[in-house]
């Protein structure tokens, strides 16, 4: 029988997050910190108004680019949280999920042999989506001792003549790490020097502590060069609800929504209604959900200090990401062990690319309660990892 695999879909790694997580399900008493899903519950006028939508009849395909009314919600936001403007019809499309916008913003203006600049570490689907679309992924290594943030030289370094985007992957999962306004200007100049496009992932945009978001679309020159990622899952704790939305030039869009109509047609028309309620009343929420992750922040990195485990202070999202290279193990041996003997999962930094070794993520997007009882779990563990050392 002939091959009836493709060999690119085979050479593809699959989720480094995910295997620890199958054996979790099955092991009873087991605490997982690894899956970044808010532990809130959809705020219920967001809910209300799903099920209004149902008991409307409301359950019909929408237009390929999305709700009309949704895409203009998306619009106004981007205008008071980002001072961006779009116009509905031609530059704003509806997906499923921030990750769905990814990979058709890479199919829709990738070549093949185009070249792809990742920050890593980073989210798990960059690089997939990328070899999917016939591109050349590029990591550039961010560094903890830079708060792994982008810097302008590690730019430079990485472009060639084959460079076409850069991924921009903040508030950044699994770090924590941002990029505020200052830190955007120096690598925008590199980007328009070199006429370099970017996919900005800003999905954990509204979970940023000390300081507001800026998006680089906003600066001068980038919002033609821009493609805006978003989505409702880790701001209003909808990921079940499958919706995110992707901004740009209309020339890019309007060929990400061909792909989009043969490949899913359209966005749950369900998700769609709900997510107008959740643009156009959910601030509250948002700043709630906000704090008491702040909250959570907060005691972690109190936990890490207290455990002398060496973590910078993350200032978006809902990670922490902190170093283990002092016991002389890799990160998927730490957390096979912490596991086995502790029933505590976490994810090996290397599960988002090779420079997370020596680093576990932790997420925080669950109850504090579970917190302290996963963290007291973690400091036996570490506690027993230093008494080796001093044994030895």
């Not at 699959?14 to 899903?37: H, N, W």
């Not at 009314?69 to 403007?85: A, H, M, N, Q, W």
Request: charged content about 25%.
């Amino acid at each position: 029988m002939r091959n009836f695999l493709s060999d690119k879909c085979v050479g593809l790694k699959p989720s480094g997050i995910r295997k620890f997580f199958d054996v979790v399900s099955e092991m009873p008493d087991a605490i997982s910190l690894g899956v970044g899903e808010p532990d809130f519950d959809t705020p219920w006028h967001i809910r209300e108004e799903g099920i209004y939508s149902l008991e409307r009849g409301r359950t019909f395909y929408t237009s390929n680019a999305g709700l009309k009314e949704l895409k203009v919600e998306v619009c106004r936001y981007l205008k008071r949280r980002c001072g961006l403007s779009y116009d509905a019809d031609r530059d704003v499309m509806i997906t499923v999920g921030g990750s769905e916008a990814i990979d058709m913003a890479l199919r829709a203006m990738l070549n093949p042999g185009d070249e792809v600049l990742i920050p890593q570490p980073s989210y798990v689907s960059y690089e997939p989506c990328c070899l999917l679309a016939d591109g050349v992924p590029v990591t550039i290594e961010l560094k903890e001792e830079d708060q792994f943030r982008l810097k302008p030289q590690q730019l430079l370094a990485a472009i060639t003549e084959r460079t076409k985007i850069l991924v921009l992957p903040f508030p950044n999962n699994p770090t924590g790490g941002i990029m505020e306004q200052a830190d955007l200007e120096a690598i925008a100049k590199v980007l328009i020097e070199k006429d370099i496009f970017v996919v900005s992932d800003e999905i954990y945009s509204e979970l940023t502590y000390g300081q507001d978001h800026v998006s680089i679309a906003s600066l001068p020159g980038m919002k033609e060069r821009t493609i805006v990622i978003n989505g409702f899952s880790k701001a209003y704790a909808m990921t079940g609800w499958r919706l995110g939305y992707a901004a740009g030039p209309s020339e890019i869009i309007q060929q990400m929504i061909k792909i989009h109509q043969y490949a899913i047609m359209c966005a749950p028309t369900t998700s769609q209604y709900a997510a107008v309620e959740a643009m156009r009343n959910g601030d509250e929420d948002v700043a709630r959900m906000r704090e008491a992750y702040d909250g959570r922040r907060r005691y972690l990195l109190h936990a890490m200090e207290e455990m002398k485990l060496k973590c910078f202070e993350p200032k978006g999202a809902f990670y922490i990401f902190p170093n283990i290279s002092r016991f002389g193990m890799s990160s998927e041996e730490f957390a096979n062990r912490l596991l086995q003997e502790e029933k505590v999962a976490v994810v090996p930094g290397t599960a988002f690319g090779d420079c997370g070794e020596g680093f576990i993520r932790i997420s925080y997007a669950y109850s504090l309660e579970d917190l302290k009882e996963a963290i007291g779990r973690v400091a036996r563990f570490v506690g027993r990892l230093d008494q080796g050392e001093r044994v030895c």
